[in-house]
Each structure stands twice: as C-alpha cells, then as structure tokens.
C-alpha cells in the first residue's frame, strides 16, 4: 500500500543529544513537509522541500535540520540548539499539482 | 503567502446536533482549501478539499464545506453529529500554482455531548 512511514512513533531522548526521524513515502510526490504540534498552536511547519537536494526553512527552523538526497525520504534531525524539543512531529507530501497532503502517523519524542 | 484563521478553539455540541466550524483565510492568489480530522495520537486524514467548480464541497462521514470567495471562507458542517466525531479539526490554504506549502489553522476541538 502506498503511504507515510515515520518512524518510530515514540521517542525518548536526554537532553543534549540530537535525534533523527524518519519519513519515507513511496507515494512518488514531490513536496515533503515537516510540522510540529503542540497543544493548542496547531500545526507550524519546520522545513518543507519541494525537489530531491533542495529544502527551505519553515516557520520553525531553529534548531533542526533535514535533508533530502532521495525523493522518497526526508528525515529530521533535532539538534541539541532545540530548547524546547517535546512535541509531536508530523510529516506530510503533496504531489506536484493541486491535490492534498498526505500525512504519517506522527513521532511523539518527549526529552528526558 | 497564506494564512488561516480558525476562531473556535473549542466548540462543544450535543449528539445529533448540527456544527459548523469556521475557518477564514487570507491569500494574494487563488488557493486550495481543505478540511483535515485528527484523532488523538495520530496523523491527519483528508475530510474534504475545494479546488474549483462547485463550492458547495461534500467530505467523509457526513461533512461538508462551502467556499465563500467575497468572504474568504471556508466553514464546515455536518447536519447531524455523532460520538465518533470527536476530533480536532484542522483547515488548510495551499496556494494552486507550483508546489506551494500547506499552512494550518490553530485547529478547533469538537467535542459531542452524549
């Protein structure tokens, strides 16, 4: 079945460290995006890219970083310059046109 | 760019009542206008989506929507609520050329009254 894997759903880890998670989709879309959600505020997007080894800064950048080198995955790095990093992370991809976001079940990381 | 705006942040109904959620948004260009539902501890599903024609945007379980371009909104309702409804709500603007980014609203959490 085509969709978004992110991996893992819940994720702990001490303060200090970086951590990455995983987003693949084999959806074949172009676009993938990365949001955090917090209670109350909704959903703010972190990077987004639009094409393989191009990315942009979101809203909410400070503090995490991405890459893009295949089509089918963009992983998020959440870097220890993240103050407050507990949150629940949401990937989503749209193909080229038109048309909605998919999105991945989310990976809950809570720092310990 | 694009913004949303979802005024409710909470809206409380009784079963078998009928809900509007509202969601207003803002753009400089023509957009694309979704509705998205999000049980707890999951990802977001697709409720309904206006990208031309016929305004009047029927979804998944029972939901549609309106788009009112003189009022830059886009309200969902459902005529009749059940238990199974509670969820948040988000509203989304997509810019409908290129690959535009997908912005949210703050969301609304509809919770049914037994």
């Known amino acids: 079945d085509g969709g978004i894997t992110q991996s893992p759903k819940y994720l702990f880890r001490k303060e200090g460290q970086n951590v990455t998670l995983s987003c693949e989709q084999n959806l074949n879309h172009d676009a993938m995006y990365w949001y955090r959600q917090d209670p109350g505020q909704g959903l703010r997007l972190i990077y987004y890219?639009?094409?393989?080894?191009?990315?942009q800064k979101g809203d909410i950048a400070e503090g995490y970083s991405v890459s893009r080198e295949k089509k089918e995955s963009f992983p998020l790095t959440v870097t220890s310059a993240q103050k407050n990093p507990t949150a629940f992370y949401l990937c989503a991809s749209t193909p080229r046109l038109g048309a909605e976001a998919f999105f991945g079940q989310g990976t809950r990381l809570t720092v310990v | 760019a694009q913004s949303v705006t979802q005024l409710d942040s909470q809206v409380p109904v009784f079963e078998e009542a009928p809900v509007e959620l509202r969601c207003n948004y803002s753009?400089?260009?023509?957009?694309?206008l979704f509705w998205y539902v999000q049980y707890p501890n999951q990802g977001l599903q697709l409720l309904l989506k206006?990208?031309?024609?016929?305004?009047l945007v029927k979804g998944i379980n029972g939901f549609e929507a309106e788009f009112n371009k003189s009022q830059t909104s886009f309200h969902l309702r459902k005529p009749s609520v059940h238990i199974s409804d509670t969820a948040e709500y988000f509203c989304?603007?997509?810019?409908?050329?290129?690959?535009?980014?997908?912005?949210f609203g703050t969301g609304t959490r509809l919770t049914i009254i037994p």
């Open positions: 206006y990208l031309s024609g016929s305004t």
């Open positions: 890219s639009q094409i393989v080894n191009d990315f």
């Open positions: 753009s400089s260009v023509s957009v694309y």
């Open positions: 989304a603007v997509r810019g409908n050329f290129g690959n535009e980014k997908l912005t």
